[in-house]
């Protein structure tokens, strides 16, 4: 699936992954490949992100890795919305 995440000052990070585990309002959830539309807000806690990845190094600060194909990005909120193997992360 693809994934972008964006924050109001750039586009922080968009290509393929594997999975993604968000932390919804009333409780984490993860998305796969195939996964049915959603659209959720979010709250403040740790994105994970679970595939082979490159991030730029303009904001690789921003990640830590938790393994060799796994990236953790922090929010404070956001909005998630997936559809059509596209899943779009504003986060704040």
Do not use: C, W
């Not at 968000?22 to 709250?43: C, E, I, R, W, Y």
């Not at 990845?53 to 404070?76: H, W, Y």
């Not at 919305?81 to 986060?91: F, H, T």
């Amino acid at each position: 699936m693809y994934l972008e995440i964006v924050s109001p000052e750039a586009t922080l990070f968009s290509g393929e992954v594997d999975s993604v585990i968000v932390p919804g309002t009333s409780g984490d959830f993860q998305m796969l490949n195939n996964h049915a539309p959603v659209v959720s807000t979010l709250k403040g806690g740790t994105v994970r992100i679970t595939g082979a990845i490159t991030i730029e190094d303009t904001v690789k600060d921003m990640f830590t890795q938790d393994g060799a194909n796994v990236n953790l990005f922090t929010i404070s909120s956001g909005t998630v919305e997936m559809r059509n193997n596209k899943l779009i992360l504003l986060a704040d």
